[in-house]
């Protein structure tokens, strides 16, 4: 059975958290003299002078009715990245719990656990880059908090198969993490209509790729309220900035035109995979339901390299296990895909 009490760390368990001015009174006045703010204003407009919301009600109503989503079951961070370590802080104890990653995978998770010093489990993804349910079930013990599933997966691309990940929600008692940073690219659903079905689910977006506000920083966790009440105690009382909540408020008025650029980017994405497909010192073109395409290529380091002199920058990920002599390319515009598509022409006929 799933039980968050005894998944929290004892020291959160247990803690106070701090109570903001902004928390101790929550209403309207006229005089505000509680926060130790600049009375007189600042260099800017008149508002920033003030602490913004802590729990930014605003930005989470309009966000509640895109992603049909309680506003109680939405926590923010400072980009996915501060969710990904507040959930390391409130549910891994250092030195005595463990997490599983399935790499290739996003770097953060092993960042953000060893930053924590916690010890991470490695459950590789096949050779199709999909999940090992086995080799997890293996390595899951009664320390496991975590299990960190990324999909549609950086930096593979492909979206992993729902009924692994439902098989995985389904069968271990600790919290599973879905990161869906790419799921506006993909065929595959959001799994943010089934927190209801799932206690242990704990699902990562982010504004920085599809809404393409990685400036901001801005990061969606959407989970029971209960865990998104955790992650509210452990989270700094001002993460999400005021200029940041009003730009995204503002941004987020766009759906259509999100929409449109989702389209064109998986559009261009196609139409570049099919080209490289054509290239000589291609190997493999992977599948990709993100905004990037991972490509198996001939000396991928040389590749890089020359690209480098042409003042294109790719992904080098031909170090990485399964990924060898691999690159990672973001779909550019489509001057910029044309560009880069020269440029390896170019590289052929010089080598
Ligand atoms: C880019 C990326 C993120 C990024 O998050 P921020 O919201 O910009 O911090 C998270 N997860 C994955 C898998 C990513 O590729």
């Keep these: 059975m799933f039980n968050l009490n005894s998944l929290l760390r004892e020291n959160i368990k247990n ?34 002078n003030r602490y913004p919301d802590p729990l ?23 980009g996915s990245d501060e969710c990904i370590d507040i959930l390391f802080r409130s549910f891994c104890e250092p030195k005595k719990d463990n997490v599983i990653i399935c790499p290739p995978t996003y770097g953060m998770y092993e960042v953000s656990a060893n930053i924590n010093d916690v010890e991470v489990r490695k459950a590789s993804l096949t050779s199709d ?23 549609p997966n950086n930096p593979t691309g492909n979206s992993l198969n729902r009924a692994d990940i439902e098989t995985v929600l389904n069968n271990f008692n600790g919290l599973v993490v879905v990161d869906e940073a790419y799921i506006n690219f993909a065929k595959q659903k959001s799994f943010v209509q089934e927190l209801a079905d799932y206690p242990n689910l704990i699902i ?5 790729k599809a809404w393409g506000l990685a400036a901001l920083r801005l990061g969606m966790a959407f989970a029971s309220a209960e865990i998104i009440a955790v992650m509210n105690k452990v989270k700094p009382p001002y993460n999400i900035n005021q200029a940041t909540q009003e730009l995204v408020l503002k941004a987020l008025e766009e759906v259509g035109q999100v929409n449109d650029m989702i389209k064109e980017l998986v559009d261009m994405r196609d139409a570049l995979i099919e080209v490289f497909k054509e290239i000589p010192i291609v190997e493999k073109v992977y599948p990709s339901d993100a905004n990037f395409i991972l490509v198996k290529i001939k000396n991928a380091r040389k590749v890089y390299e020359f690209m480098l002199t042409k003042g294109i920058v790719l992904r080098d990920r031909s170090n990485v296990k399964l990924c ?14 044309t560009l880069l598509v020269d440029a390896i022409v170019h590289y052929i006929q010089q080598s």
């Design 324 to 337: 060898e002599d691999c690159l990672r390319v973001t779909v550019g515009t489509e001057k910029e895909n």
């Design 204 to 208: 990562l977006q982010t504004l920085s």
């Design 15 to 48: 803690l106070k958290p701090y109570s903001s001015a902004r928390d101790e009174f929550k209403g309207e006045a006229s005089v505000y003299l509680d926060a130790n703010e600049n009375s007189l204003g600042s260099p800017l407009t008149k508002w920033y």
């Design 129 to 151: 880059f999909q999940l090992d349910l086995i080799h997890l079930e293996n390595l899951a013990d009664a320390n496991t908090k975590i299990i960190w599933i990324c999909s």
């Design 56 to 78: 930014q009600w605003k930005v989470k109503e309009v966000l509640s009715s895109i992603k049909k989503v309680n506003p109680e079951n939405i926590f923010l961070g400072n």
